[in-house]
């Protein structure tokens, strides 16, 4: 197993003051560089939606659905889930979303094997980039599918994004610098808030752009003339 030169941004879910030996190994360890400690699903979110995270260890107690949502919405960030079961329905269940699955008391000694696979998992990402020609979303209980083609733009709303498609939008979890990498070179970020499809666009005028139907779309002065390049 080759030796890992570099330490991960890491991001803990620890719902009970029982996990604070678990917290305290990762965290004594050079591999992880502990930057936030959470009891909240919640704020696992915002730390996400905000922050540089490569990897995410979770308790088991986190609901499949959270886990799944989580997998969708930051599929570059690897997930370690830890867990007080060797029951193996319980744990292929969660390797469906994670990364790794491991069982405590979680010895120091493993945090080099765990280390190895996040590095392969980022490796994996980072080296075959992809631009997708659909986006999965939340929409209530339901996972949708929607085609690059249909969305007009993306517009980000604090930890969340909403995409905008013709006939209505969806609002998911998520970042607007995150998204970009993997969309179709037709897609433009015209503004800290916006990236817009470029088939789309009607009309430019100032530091505004139009798209079809008519909505107004605001150009952020660094990214005029780039905008104006790509476009006209």
């Known amino acids: 197993m080759e030796s890992i030169n570099r330490s991960f941004n890491t991001l803990i879910y620890k719902p009970s003051i029982t996990l604070e030996a678990t917290v305290k190994i990762i965290g004594q360890s050079d591999l992880f560089e502990v930057v936030h400690v959470t009891a909240s699903v919640a704020q696992i979110f915002h730390t996400l939606a905000v922050m540089k995270i490569d990897v995410v260890f979770?308790?088991?107690?986190i609901s499949i659905k959270d886990l799944q949502t989580m997998k969708e919405a930051y599929p570059e960030v690897a997930i370690?889930?830890?867990?007080?079961?060797?029951n193996q329905n319980v744990?292929?269940?969660l390797l469906n979303f994670a990364t790794?699955?491991?069982?405590?008391?979680?010895?120091?000694?493993?945090?080099?094997?765990?280390?190895f696979r996040?590095?392969?998992?980022?490796?994996?990402?980072?080296?075959?980039?992809?631009?997708?020609?659909?986006?999965?979303?939340?929409?209530?209980?339901?996972?949708?599918?929607?085609?690059t083609t249909k969305i007009k733009y993306i517009k980000s709303e604090g930890e969340y994004i909403k995409y905008f498609t013709d006939d209505t939008s969806y609002l998911t979890l998520g970042a607007l610098k995150k998204v970009s990498s993997t969309l179709p070179a037709n897609y433009?970020?015209?503004h800290r808030s916006?990236?817009?499809?470029?088939?789309?666009?009607?009309?430019?005028?100032?530091?505004?752009l139009t798209v079809l139907n008519g909505e107004k779309i605001p150009i952020g002065r660094t990214?005029?003339?780039?905008?104006?390049?790509?476009?006209?």
């Open 91 to 93: 744990n292929t269940s």
């Open 188 to 190: 433009v970020q015209v």
């Open 223 to 232: 990214f005029l003339h780039e905008v104006r390049n790509l476009i006209l």
């Open 118 to 147: 996040v590095s392969q998992s980022l490796r994996i990402g980072a080296s075959t980039p992809s631009y997708c020609d659909s986006v999965k979303v939340r929409d209530g209980g339901t996972t949708r599918i929607i085609s």
């Open 100 to 115: 790794d699955v491991v069982t405590l008391p979680l010895q120091p000694a493993c945090l080099q094997l765990i280390a």
């Open 194 to 208: 916006y990236i817009v499809n470029t088939e789309y666009v009607t009309s430019i005028s100032g530091h505004e």
């Open 80 to 86: 370690v889930v830890y867990c007080n079961s060797e």
């Open 58 to 61: 979770l308790s088991d107690t």
